[in-house]
Every structure is written in structure tokens, then in C-alpha cells.
T-cell receptor, first 118, second 115 residues
């Protein structure tokens, strides 16, 4: 079974802090993704990566950055946390990149990190 | 705007009934379709996926594709209270330039199975 592990289930940070969310997958997947999920807005893609050191912006990248130094690890960074970044953050991974991002392989999600910015 | 649409529900069915969940998509070129189940406070869990070449059945779950009308359905037979969750549909849609595909999620349908 695919295992996607997010470093924290719950996290509370203060406005202006730099926040790191970590994600590790154990299935040698090429693609990795970061989403946030908010009531009424659904899942929104923040950033994705299809290879080590590669990254691409999703639909809502503002205020975030990412790092992928190793194939199994994909980090999301909130450069200066703000209250509107309070959300559930979900990491996902999928097998190889073909015609597009995860275009024909399912994405597998971690348990999520519920982040509160005070 | 490329979209995936779902009725937000709630869809309420009695235990043992068939629950039918639908999802419409805007891109006629879409070829990959995924259904996820999400319990309250949990992350999405993949139930099943189909490609444009046909339907699929897995236990009590059946995914069906109607390409002409651009919708995909998930049928849950013999519904159980444990099936009560939000069901997310995800479809690969082409970007605005038509050169790349992205997995796009609907906002989900809340299903309630009453004992």
C-alpha cells in the first residue's frame, strides 16, 4: 500500500512565522502535490513537483513555496504565515508524469495537517 | 473555465438501498476519472478509478462513464451507514492552452445512509 506521511496532524503557529510542512512518500512516486482544503472551496492545488528539484505553481501559490531535494520528500513552506492560511493541508503523490500532472494515475493522500495561524 | 461539478447534497438513502452519485465535467477530452471518499476530519481515500475505455465494478461500488453527456457516476449497492461520507469526483482536464492535463476535483457530495 502507498504510504504518504505528513509530519504533523495539528499545528498552531503565529502570524509572521515561517512554517514548514513536511511530506514523505514510500512508493518511489515521481509526482507530489500540496493542496489546501477549506469548507465550500474544495481542494485547491498550491504547488506540485514531478521530479527532484522540479516544482510548478498550482492554482493558489501566493504566500507559499516548496522544496523537493529528495524524491520521497516534498516540503511546503509558508514564508510569513497569515491568518488566511489557516486550513487543512493535504499532501499527495502519484506514479509517473506523462501527459500532465497525475493525468492518468491516482493520487494518494496523506492524513493531512490542520494548521491554525493565530 | 474547465470544471468538475457535483451536487453538494446531502444525499440521503436508507440502509440497503443503492446510492447514486453523479459528477459532470467540462472537457470532452478527459480520459481519467477518479472517485474518493472523505470522512469528516479525514483525508480523501481513493475508492476507484476508470479510464475512458469502460466502466468498472469493485465489490459494492460501480463507476460508470457517459462520455456523450460528459458525466461519471458512482453507484454504491447495499448502502451501509459506514458509507456516510463526502464523495469527491476528480477528472483530468486540459489546461487553457490545451497542452497539459491537470487533475481537478469537484467539491464533493455528502452522502448520508440512514439505518
Amino acid at each position: 500500500d502507498v504510504k504518504v506521511t505528513q509530519s504533523s496532524r495539528y499545528l498552531v503557529k503565529r502570524t509572521g512565522e515561517k512554517v514548514f510542512l513536511e511530506c514523505v512518500q514510500d512508493m518511489d512516486h515521481e509526482n507530489m502535490f500540496w493542496y489546501r482544503q477549506d469548507p465550500g472551496l474544495g481542494l485547491r492545488l498550491i504547488y506540485f513537483s514531478y521530479d527532484v528539484k522540479m516544482k510548478e505553481k498550482g492554482d493558489i501559490p501566493e504566500g507559499y513555496s516548496v522544496s523537493r531535494e529528495k524524491k520521497e520528500r516534498f516540503s511546503l513552506i509558508l514564508e510569513s504565515a497569515s491568518t488566511n492560511q489557516t486550513s487543512m493541508y493535504l499532501c499527495a503523490s502519484s506514479l509517473y508524469y506523462s501527459a500532465g500532472v497525475g493525468s492518468n494515475q491516482p493520487q494518494h493522500f496523506g492524513d493531512g495537517t490542520r494548521l491554525s495561524i493565530l | 473555465q474547465k470544471e468538475v461539478e457535483q451536487n453538494s447534497g446531502p444525499l440521503s438513502v436508507p440502509e440497503g438501498a443503492i446510492a447514486s452519485l453523479n459528477c459532470t465535467y467540462s472537457d470532452r477530452g478527459s480520459q481519467s476519472f477518479f472517485w474518493y471518499r472523505q470522512y469528516s476530519g479525514k483525508s480523501p481515500e481513493l475508492i476507484m478509478f476508470i479510464y475512458s475505455n469502460g466502466d468498472k465494478e469493485d465489490g459494492r461500488f460501480t463507476a460508470q462513464l457517459n462520455k456523450a453527456s460528459q458525466y461519471v457516476s458512482l453507484l454504491i449497492r447495499d448502502s451501509q451507514p459506514s458509507d456516510s461520507a463526502t464523495y469527491l469526483c476528480a477528472v483530468t482536464l486540459r489546461n487553457s492552452g490545451g497542452s497539459n492535463y491537470k487533475l481537478t476535483f469537484g467539491k464533493g457530495t455528502l452522502l448520508t445512509v440512514n439505518p
